[in-house]
């Protein structure tokens, strides 16, 4: 158990619609990271969050946006999605020294 | 921009064989190596991490990493095999810890 918890563990949702994806991370951990897996691009990084702030941007879409809240808790909101957004998206923690803990991942059906 | 190439996107060894996942970085600027390990249906694990300390990193579960400038390298070694390495590994790169760059993944089998 990495200590990192990402709701919902499934998804099933359709085109065009919107979903939120929750990461708790690590206790203490001030550093969430998110990432999408998928067969094709393998996993590529989304978004940094540090104790709230912003850090640094990847290949996130416009359609998604996330934020880290005050008590460090972090959600991850894609919108109008499309059939290629199917994913499993991770979120990690860590002290803020890069990605250490990762959860066990959501995956996102869009039919 | 860094990248990092893994070679080879299956590698089959043999209990108590030696393990080697092959992996080359490309960065303008001295990098941040990690090496990640993901078991089925699980988030991935960290396995060892090089920050321009020592060139030979140790990890968990025996792996080691060895950084080579020259040869833009840091592949992944473990002496001898057990069935629970079976999984897939990802070399990644960094120039700022806040934006790693993955590999493609090494898919590790081992044959009893």
Redesign the interface.
């Given at each position: 158990d990495?200590g990192?918890t990402q709701t919902p563990k499934h998804l099933i949702t359709a085109t065009g619609q919107r979903v939120t994806l929750r990461c708790s991370p690590r206790s203490g951990d001030l550093?969430v990271?998110w990432?999408q897996q998928s067969l094709d691009q393998?996993?590529?990084?989304l978004i940094?969050y540090?104790n709230g702030e912003e850090?640094?941007k990847?290949n996130i879409l416009e359609r998604f946006s996330a934020q880290q809240f005050p008590d460090l808790h972090s959600e991850l909101n894609l919108s109008s999605l499309e059939l290629g957004d199917s994913a499993l998206y991770?979120c990690?923690s860590s002290v803020?020294?890069?990605?250490?803990?990762?959860?066990?991942?959501s995956r996102l059906t869009v039919l | 921009a860094q990248s990092v190439t893994q070679l080879g996107s299956h590698v089959s060894v043999s209990e108590g064989a030696l393990v080697l996942l092959r992996c080359n970085y490309s960065s303008s600027v001295p990098p941040?190596l990690?090496w990640?390990v993901q078991y089925p249906?699980?988030?991935?694990?960290?396995l060892l991490?090089y920050t321009s300390a020592a060139t030979l990193v140790k990890g968990i579960n025996g792996f080691e990493a060895e950084f080579k400038k020259s040869e833009t390298s840091f592949h992944l070694t473990k002496p001898s095999a057990h069935m629970s390495d079976a999984a897939e590994y990802?070399c990644a790169v960094?120039v700022?810890?806040?934006?790693?760059?993955?590999?493609?993944?090494t898919r590790l089998h081992i044959l009893p």
């Amino acid at each position: 158990d990495s200590g990192v918890t990402q709701t919902p563990k499934h998804l099933i949702t359709a085109t065009g619609q919107r979903v939120t994806l929750r990461c708790s991370p690590r206790s203490g951990d001030l550093s969430v990271y998110w990432y999408q897996q998928s067969l094709d691009q393998g996993l590529q990084f989304l978004i940094h969050y540090y104790n709230g702030e912003e850090r640094a941007k990847g290949n996130i879409l416009e359609r998604f946006s996330a934020q880290q809240f005050p008590d460090l808790h972090s959600e991850l909101n894609l919108s109008s999605l499309e059939l290629g957004d199917s994913a499993l998206y991770f979120c990690a923690s860590s002290v803020g020294e890069g990605p250490v803990f990762f959860g066990e991942g959501s995956r996102l059906t869009v039919l | 921009a860094q990248s990092v190439t893994q070679l080879g996107s299956h590698v089959s060894v043999s209990e108590g064989a030696l393990v080697l996942l092959r992996c080359n970085y490309s960065s303008s600027v001295p990098p941040y190596l990690f090496w990640y390990v993901q078991y089925p249906n699980q988030g991935l694990q960290l396995l060892l991490k090089y920050t321009s300390a020592a060139t030979l990193v140790k990890g968990i579960n025996g792996f080691e990493a060895e950084f080579k400038k020259s040869e833009t390298s840091f592949h992944l070694t473990k002496p001898s095999a057990h069935m629970s390495d079976a999984a897939e590994y990802f070399c990644a790169v960094s120039v700022r810890d806040d934006k790693i760059i993955f590999g493609k993944g090494t898919r590790l089998h081992i044959l009893p």
